[in-house]
């Protein structure tokens, strides 16, 4: 039987590839989080002067704010990149978002975060979300657990929740649903208390050894003050494959901002911003091992 054509565009999924690819090769890609055009602009230069895969990751902000105008000038970028460069939507968290996102064009891929939700709920909202994104060619992200913390974009855990680590048990569950990519290790959004993450390396084995050959391990909370090349090779070592990062780059744009604002011209200022913002996502991308695997 011939594949549907919403089969084939995920068979063909530019973020799927990106990621299978870096899991077969042992490296991990870039997610870069995106809140500017600076900030998409940096991550497909340094892809290009790295010949590195990557990802330019939005937030439901992305919409919110602009609607789809990010949105398309991301997916533009993207598709004139002379690499390859997929566009996702990081921390959906709600069923409203995520199909507004699905149908206004332009994402690879959505991560369906219902996390916040109790756990039957999770299930079935998730079954329902990854289905329409997969009805689009879409791939689907889903978070089994609960990740404590917050950053800017993610709705933090309510005090009243407490963490839930996913086990082999329910990646098994969600991969049913359809998805593609699995958040699979005791870290935490934004930053980390006293003594630096702790992370369950067992359970992440584990969960590889349970699902790995039929979806992709990722890694969010890399916070910048412990996640450099070490930890993150690490990581790599135990099947992940797609890494994001946030603060480490965004707070270049704002660093710049801070000592050049009012001082040159506004034209000179956001070059340097992109200017920065590149480097940083450069180094990363030699942390992680994906330079030159786009050559």
């Known amino acids: 039987m011939a594949p549907t054509p919403a089969t084939q565009r995920l068979v063909d999924n530019k973020a799927k590839k990106i990621v299978d690819d870096a899991y077969a090769g042992k490296y991990a890609v870039p997610a870069v989080c995106c809140y500017n055009l600076e900030g998409i602009l940096a991550t497909v230069r340094a892809a290009e002067a790295k010949k590195s895969p990557a990802i330019v990751q939005l937030f439901p902000f992305s919409i919110d704010f602009a609607d789809g105008v990010m949105l398309h000038a991301a997916a533009e970028a993207a598709a004139k990149a002379s690499v390859p460069v997929a566009v996702h939507m990081d921390h959906a968290q709600s069923p409203e978002i995520i199909r507004r996102a699905a149908d206004l064009g332009g994402f690879d891929g959505i991560m369906v975060d219902m996390s916040h939700y ?62 593609h990519w699995l958040p699979a290790i005791g870290n935490i959004h934004g930053p980390y208390p006293t003594g630096g993450p702790q992370l369950d390396w067992p359970r992440l084995k584990a969960i590889e050894d349970q699902v790995g050959d039929r979806v992709r391990i990722v890694l969010h909370g890399a916070h910048e003050d412990h996640f450099r090349e070490e930890l993150m090779r690490q990581c790599i070592d135990y099947g992940t494959a797609k890494i994001n990062i ?50």
């Open 246 to 295: 946030n603060g480490v780059m965004n707070r270049e744009f704002i660093r710049v901002a801070t000592e050049l604002a009012g001082k040159v011209p506004l034209t000179t200022m956001m070059e340097k911003q992109v200017q920065a913002m590149q480097a940083v996502i450069e180094l990363n991308m030699d942390w992680m091992k994906s330079t030159g695997k786009a050559a």
């Open 118 to 179: 109790e756990r039957d709920e999770n299930m079935r909202l998730s079954r329902e979300l990854v289905a329409y994104c997969n009805e689009r060619g879409i791939i689907a992200e889903c978070e089994p657990g609960r990740i404590n913390g917050g950053e800017d974009g993610v709705e933090a855990t309510s005090e009243d929740m407490e963490e839930i680590l996913t086990t082999p048990e329910q990646a098994e569950e969600f991969v049913d649903l359809g998805i």
